[in-house]
């Protein structure tokens, strides 16, 4: 009344040199490659692995854009590595803002979850895509384009983001121009933005020289 | 004080055959292919491609399983065509079920947006890996594994999950096993479950043979 | 009456910290990734590591499904790492059956090399696609979709599966659900099966609760 | 005892614009694109487009390579179309060769089903990696890399090369060099063959120049 | 003395629905997907269809920017699409320079070819990656990251960017911010520039709002 | 003035175990995988590991061949890692020739500089694609196919050859048969070259039986 075929057969499979392989749950001491993290032993995989509960607290939007933006990428959240996809968590505050930003690799699936949010983004041929979002509306954001979000109503929004990677990377404009020592003279050239416009910027985001 | 060299460049990339290839929006009436739908002309694309409201009201849940999926895949979606991503809705009633599945094409991220939900997934070794998700939590069911989703409290809930692929897929394993002409005999054989069990819900599902 | 050029070539391409990249042998000792195991250093690879010899004999058979299964995936045949390639071996004796399974990371190209298989698997839509397969014929199970395979005539069958990936996994639908320790009730809730009907396969398979 | 929900979701995905996507069987007469041939309409799918039977049948040797293969790729075999996988049959009667050849989409992997056959490649560093392979041996090819294979016996070898993809290309070494109207002379430099080998083996393949 | 075996061979592989799937020049007049565009019909693709002649000749620098980039992505070069890369031309006469820019689909790997050239990109955590580089450097500017180039010396320089795609697509900032009918207060709260300079950089652009 | 929602957000995506994942620059040290080396430490990575001078100097071309190449592949390129693209420089003296190749695991498209070029690729029909390059030519050369370059005129030319993979890998046709151990006669039935053109060329090139 036994599977002896299938206990010979497991035990191939769980020989000491097999890996499962259905899921590749991040162990963040070993290297990273270009595909992601190394594999953390099947052995000392759990469920917590594939759950996260960082993102079920608002962010402080008590700042200057009134956001917040909470990440759950490969990471943070170990059990999305290797599996194409990750989530976060934004918050806009009435008045608030997530400013041009960019994700290198992965397209945005945003998801209005409370609240009202103004979206956009700009295609290469620098035709403005820009939509009012409500409650469970949800718009895509193409890989690598710039885009935005404003709260578009007078109360708190929230929305969740998901990404088309587990690591789909984040360079936000402002922050790339400013927040570092790049000169303002080369700044200005290769943005034409006026000198005092970027030292006024740099000065606002902490950048140098 | 133009940009000559622009005009010229800009030129170049809207010729008649250029495609802005930012994104490829499904052309239904045009043929598909192994990565997707046809991309719709350019000039057709319009924000509404990129943006579906078809989640933002409830799915009925007034049926046997109390629950109600409503997909915002390439198919209904098309704007995520060749995006890499997916998203779909998910009510749950109290005692609500969304029985054993697969989606054969993607992993699932599923976020926890009202009330409490128990999920699991088997993984390949037979571990089954189950949790009970509170409001915020997300969990992650790796590609092509059975993974099902159960109201875990006395209200409704509310979850989205959100897809590695565009077009994930979905099998449910009841329907393939019973909603359809399978002989009964060849069931039997090749899932162990008894002949009445089997015409039992092929009985309930609409299955004949 | 020598070619220097390709020695220098050559060289540059082996120094030190080269790998050569046409192939990445497994290497069980090292961290594997999403991509497949890290690469054997490329002195220690021999013509040995790109064969495998584990095929050539039957499966034992007097079981109780009266088949055998025996796999050469990147977790038994190291040259397969990476390369997006595997095969397994498939004995059926008279009566033998491998009930429901997917492949959650690949399609399978079953080949039959002596006997007579009924094969089938199920798409998302629910649609059967059933064939008896003869000697030399071969059939398709596309990733990720139910499928099985049924002795069709009063000998010995023989076929070998080959696979899209080097890990293609294996989650038989029997030993998912009852060969482990998910809660009777819950099994029952998510599959529409009878508790008694449940309890039976458990306690066939191994099963606990 | 009906389940309305699963009905309501199956009307969604079988809407006018829905594909299955669990495959993408080729439609031949529509174009076809760089992931492979236009899917033929859902409809029009039997389970005929997933099984092929022109391998059960040995090919003619009686030739001077004493050899033949017949390929079961996307071209031939509609259903293996954007699923990551095809097949072939070689048959070599005693003293046959499929000479030094490779395939440019694909890796190959071996499986000899009678005779023995000596089969080898050739890595980038110029190592030979050289094997006699007897019935249930399998070996594997990295894609790309020139291969051959020989009857190693007195007696006829079976063997069914599986591929890592549906359309794995195949460019035969004497045929690419000798089977066309390259220049002899071009032909020399580039190979460092004497002339009159040149024109010697362009005779016998039907080149000229 | 010739080869049956090869005639039926290449028979079957020439069959009226096969097609060589070595590559796949675009077909400008079909349908594109996701995957690039639909293949020209093998029997009229020549040599031109690979060879690309655009780039020998200097773009016109006489501009505001004194730069010129002239492509040869897919939309351009048929006999890239599908095969992962493509190559652009760039001239940057004294004091030229191309402004921030990304490729949403392609890294960029910049060789020089003539005088000096200053090049930059940014990463995700904002650090600067910035080098002078001199004829025969290159420099790779990975996915999706804000990068530009300016000409570093006195005399006219040269450079060819290659793409990890046929289409890798450009998004050049001041025109995905100033060069359309995005609110000037949109932009402001967006990017924290002031209203006065982005009014002044729409007015030397062409946007509007 | 500040952006404390910036800092949170940062801070969460530096944490310990954080990789910058905009790119992987290759640690030699580490394990590799067959997605690419290891990735280096961020903390490590400066702009010199995007940076590679060694295309600067032409190659020594006083050789039989009259040619040289140098690569810049991942092996000697840390930054390329992961990126999909690598270059190389070709120097061909007048006479000079680049024997038949092929790259197994890249897509070539050639750039010429200086001279003219004779370059052509054997597609698997047999048909081959031939053409005279000038400066500014560019060519493309499908993965996997034979292909050659010849200097095509009475002066030096150069060019650089960009590839769709960071480890293209290279197999030259000669070395692969005459400059290893592989017996003559294996070879003469393997290619249907005499066996005293086989000896020939091993002598030639330091190739042994």
């Known amino acids: 009344m036994i599977f002896p075929i ?3 057969f497991v035990l191939l499979l769980s020989s000491s040199h097999a890996s499962v392989q259905d899921f590749c749950v991040a162990d963040y001491k070993a290297p990273d490659g270009p595909a992601g993290y190394s594999c953390k032993k099947p052995a000392k995989v759990t469920v917590n692995d594939f759950v996260y509960s960082g993102l079920g607290i608002a962010g402080n939007t008590t700042n200057i854009i009134k956001a917040a933006v909470i990440p759950a990428f490969a990471a943070q959240f170990p059990g999305v590595n290797g ?3 990750s989530l976060a968590r934004l918050d806009l505050a009435p008045g608030g803002v997530i400013p041009f930003h960019t994700h290198p690799g992965a397209s945005e699936l945003l998801l209005v979850v ?5 979206a956009g983004f ?3 041929d620098n035709t403005p895509y820009l939509k009012t979002l409500k409650k469970g509306d949800i718009m895509v954001f193409p890989q690598g384009l710039l885009h935005f979000q404003v709260n578009g109503g007078g109360t ?5 983001p998901s990404f088309s ?10 922050f790339a121009l400013f927040k570092n020592d790049l ?11 006026d000198a005092a416009q970027i030292k006024k910027l740099k000065g606002v985001l902490g950048g140098t020289n």
């Open 114 to 118: 409370e609240g009202t949010i103004i």
């Open 122 to 124: 700009v295609a290469s």
């Open 156 to 160: 708190p929004a929230l929305a969740f």
């Open 165 to 174: 990677s587990p690591s789909p990377g984040l360079q936000i404009l402002d």
């Open 83 to 85: 599996l194409g996809i």
């Open 183 to 193: 000169a303002t003279e080369l700044i200005a050239q290769t943005t034409f933005l």
């Open 6 to 8: 299938f206990f010979t």
